[in-house]
């Protein structure tokens, strides 16, 4: 469990402690891949917490892995194919196995999934503030920093005003908007005020299960709309493309279930000139090193929301952890996710454990 600096607002209401469960996969060479899960302690964002996440992982997901021989990372989500869904799941297990893939080949996780980038472009997510002179203040401060753009969390009543003094002030930054499904189409004429404001995009606006409406909105707004929460998986992107529910797609490791249809989703993407970027879940240093080395993939254009450590906690669990300068991360060429476990603080920050025989 790990406290964040500071606590983190969206239309749904306030989070500040992050729980989440380190998977760390051993072989017999004594390589030890890891990975995170992203479920939030509630089910806010999509159906699986923190809760379901250990269940379906210990009853279902490490059974499967333990029956079946993995010879590739890929395999892992075959292999999980016959459960349904509860994709935070699957990702934090299939995580831990193509890191470890990464470091028995003795190659970068980035390299491992065909990245090439040396460095990603990195923006940042900033919750609902207690005043606009609160966000105003926090936005200065990040773009200072050299953050590539901000994205401002959303919500009736916090949302046209709020980001027109927002451009006001800051005519030349990239901002977009996130509205974590806020809305409905009886807000049509509300959200499309926002096409005056020079938006990157606006992230989910209506039903975190909506497609349909979505293109409905898409083609009377000039503003791209991004799909986040809406899309768990290829088939759902390739079929929101073709309804023209979005123009641009966040891609999170964990929501997907895991870097392989990530991967998947991302190349279908940049065969369809629809642009995408790495999303972010308020992960620990082992979730943000494979957001990194995802975003090292080509396809992956628009700054992401990968932020550095030192923006959520006072101490990750990674060393080192991850910075950002001028807005850019500078990818770790070390095998694997190329961050080694910081084991003190993985162990002051740990409640439970179990092991697994294989
Ligand atoms: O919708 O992208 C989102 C945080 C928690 C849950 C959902 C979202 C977010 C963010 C912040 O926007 C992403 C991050 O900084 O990790
Ligand atoms: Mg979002």
Same mark, same amino acid.
């Given at each position: 469990?790990?406290?964040?600096?500071? $606590?983190?607002?969206?239309?749904?209401?306030?989070?500040?402690?992050?729980?989440?469960?380190?998977? @760390?996969?051993?072989?017999?060479?004594?390589?030890?891949?890891?990975?995170?899960?992203?479920?939030?302690?509630?089910?806010?964002?999509? @159906?699986?917490?923190?809760?379901?996440?250990?269940?379906?992982?210990?009853?279902?997901?490490?059974?499967?892995?333990? @029956?079946?021989?993995?010879?590739?990372?890929?395999?892992?989500?075959?292999?999980?194919?016959?459960?349904?869904?509860?994709?935070?799941?699957?990702?934090?297990?299939?995580?831990?196995?193509?890191?470890?893939?990464?470091?028995?080949?003795?190659?970068?996780?980035?390299?491992?999934?065909?990245?090439?980038?040396?460095?990603?472009?990195?923006? !940042?997510?900033?919750?609902?503030? $207690?005043?606009?002179?609160?966000?105003?203040?926090?936005?200065?401060?990040?773009?200072?920093? %050299?953050?590539?753009?901000?994205?401002?969390?959303?919500?009736? %009543?916090?949302?046209?005003?709020?980001?027109?003094?927002?451009?006001?002030?800051? $005519?030349?930054?990239?901002?977009?908007?996130?509205?974590?499904?806020?809305?409905?189409?009886?807000?049509?004429?509300?959200?499309?005020?926002?096409?005056?404001?020079?938006?990157?995009? !606006?992230?989910?606006?209506?039903?975190?299960?909506?497609?349909?409406?979505?293109?409905?909105?898409?083609?009377?707004?000039?503003?791209?709309?991004?799909?986040?929460?809406?899309?768990?998986?290829?088939?759902?992107?390739?079929?929101?493309?073709?309804?023209?529910?979005?123009?641009?797609?966040?891609?999170?490791?964990?929501?997907? %279930?895991?870097?392989?249809?990530?991967?998947?989703?991302?190349?279908?993407?940049?065969?369809?000139?629809? @642009?995408?970027?790495?999303?972010?879940?308020?992960?620990?240093?082992?979730?943000?090193?494979?957001?990194?080395?995802?975003?090292?993939?080509?396809?992956?254009?628009? $700054? %992401?929301?990968?932020?550095?450590?030192?923006?959520?906690?006072?101490?990750?669990?990674?060393?080192?952890?991850?910075?950002?300068?001028?807005?850019?991360?500078?990818?770790?060429?070390?095998?694997?996710?190329?961050?080694?476990?910081?084991?003190?603080?993985?162990?002051?920050?740990?409640?439970?454990?179990?092991?697994?025989?294989?």
């Amino acid at each position: 469990m790990m406290r964040l600096k500071d $606590p983190f607002t969206t239309s749904f209401g306030t989070m500040q402690d992050k729980e989440f469960y380190i998977i @760390e996969a051993i072989d017999t060479d004594g390589n030890s891949g890891f990975g995170e899960s992203v479920a939030f302690t509630s089910p806010w964002y999509s @159906e699986e917490t923190v809760k379901t996440n250990l269940h379906v992982m210990e009853d279902f997901l490490i059974k499967i892995l333990q @029956e079946n021989e993995v010879n590739h990372p890929d395999d892992v989500s075959k292999l999980f194919e016959p459960i349904k869904r509860n994709n935070m799941a699957k990702s934090a297990l299939e995580g831990a196995i193509w890191d470890l893939y990464a470091k028995r080949k003795n190659i970068s996780l980035a390299a491992a999934l065909g990245g090439k980038k040396k460095e990603i472009d990195v923006g !940042i997510s900033i919750g609902i503030q $207690p005043t606009v002179k609160d966000l105003l203040n926090t936005v200065e401060h990040y773009i200072k920093e %050299g953050y590539k753009r901000i994205k401002i969390k959303v919500k009736p %009543g916090w949302d046209v005003d709020v980001l027109r003094a927002v451009r006001e002030q800051f $005519p030349d930054t990239p901002i977009m908007a996130d509205a974590n499904s806020a809305y409905t189409l009886a807000d049509i004429e509300h959200l499309k005020q926002l096409d005056d404001l020079n938006l990157t995009m !606006i992230e989910q606006p209506l039903g975190h299960d909506d497609i349909v409406d979505h293109a409905k909105l898409q083609a009377v707004m000039k503003t791209p709309i991004c799909l986040d929460e809406s899309i768990h998986s290829l088939e759902d992107t390739r079929k929101a493309i073709q309804l023209g529910s979005c123009k641009i797609i966040n891609i999170k490791i964990g929501r997907v %279930g895991g870097l392989t249809e990530a991967k998947r989703i991302h190349d279908y993407c940049l065969e369809r000139g629809i @642009e995408v970027w790495c999303g972010g879940m308020l992960e620990a240093g082992v979730g943000r090193s494979h957001n990194i080395a995802l975003t090292t993939l080509s396809g992956f254009t628009l $700054p %992401g929301d990968t932020a550095g450590s030192s923006r959520y906690w006072e101490k990750d669990i990674i060393t080192p952890e991850v910075t950002v300068d001028n807005g850019i991360i500078k990818v770790p060429n070390k095998p694997g996710i190329g961050y080694d476990i910081d084991r003190d603080a993985l162990k002051a920050f740990t409640v439970s454990e179990k092991v697994f025989e294989f």
